[in-house]
């Protein structure tokens, strides 16, 4: 089936550093992929759209010079939390849809593992 | 616009008791509901979807859900809880295949010994 790798599992950093995350694609090419954010014992939600080849489409209320998306090939997008502040702290969670005719295996999201952010 | 309300942040079952874990939906057009299970710093693992089809859904580690128009249901459930399936619950409703999902605000399944 379709495997999604998310990497840094775990990140750390000090105040007002970026820190990036992938998403990986490992065996399907993604054209679309979603990044979510969820806080402690609470719901996913929705940060952005990542289409590969144009900007990426925020929700209300992201901010998108904060969170920088990027979607450069098939199976990779980043996420760039710029001048991080501890309130950034979360588990990122991305998710791709892997193209194809609909009733087929890609009407399904697939998830990453998530990455956990703690900024000191 | 379309939004799933899971009822129950907390269910607490003993081992080998049945598993009920309720979500109702709101959309605007026949929805693709789905249940997610989610396991401490883990990402997310598809238990079963709806996509129209058999309004019965059969998912893996024995659970199933079943698709309610009438109510606007999708209850999860399972006939005997094993340890193994204390975690975190998502339910989700999506608008066509393969597109942003909305989740619900999660139900936590505690399994006692």
């Known amino acids: 089936g379709a495997v999604v790798s998310q990497h840094p599992s775990w990140v750390i950093c000090k105040s007002g550093t970026s820190v990036k995350i992938e998403c990986r694609s490992l065996?399907?090419?993604?054209?679309?992929m979603f990044w979510y954010r969820q806080f402690p014992k609470q719901s996913l939600m929705l940060m952005a759209t990542?289409?590969?080849?144009?900007?990426?489409?925020?929700e209300q209320g992201v901010e998108k010079d904060k969170f920088l998306i990027n979607h450069a090939s098939l199976t990779l997008s980043t996420l760039t939390v710029t001048s991080a502040h501890p309130e950034d702290s979360s588990f990122y969670i991305c998710?791709?849809?892997?193209?194809?005719?609909?009733?087929?295996?890609?009407?399904?999201?697939?998830f990453g593992a998530g990455s956990r952010l703690t900024v000191l | 616009a379309q939004s799933v309300t899971q009822l129950g942040s907390h269910v607490s079952v003993s081992e080998g008791a049945l598993v009920l874990l309720r979500c109702n939906y709101s959309?605007?057009?026949?929805?693709?509901l789905f249940w997610y299970v989610q396991y401490p710093n883990q990402g997310l693992q598809l238990l079963l979807k709806?996509?129209?089809?058999?309004?019965l859904v059969k998912g893996i580690n024995g659970f199933e859900a079943e698709f309610k128009k009438s109510e606007t249901s999708f209850h999860l459930t399972k006939p005997s809880a094993h340890m193994s399936d204390a975690a975190e619950y998502f339910c989700?409703?999506?608008?066509?295949?393969?597109?942003?999902?909305?989740f619900g605000e999660g139900t936590q399944l505690t399994v006692n010994p």
């Open positions: 989700a409703v999506s608008l066509a295949s393969g597109s942003r999902l909305t």
């Open positions: 959309s605007s057009v026949p929805p693709y």
């Open positions: 709806y996509t129209s089809a058999a309004t």
């Open positions: 065996d399907f090419q993604a054209t679309t």
């Open positions: 998710s791709a849809r892997a193209p194809g005719p609909p009733l087929s295996g890609a009407n399904v999201l697939t």
């Open positions: 990542s289409n590969e080849g144009s900007k990426a489409t925020y």
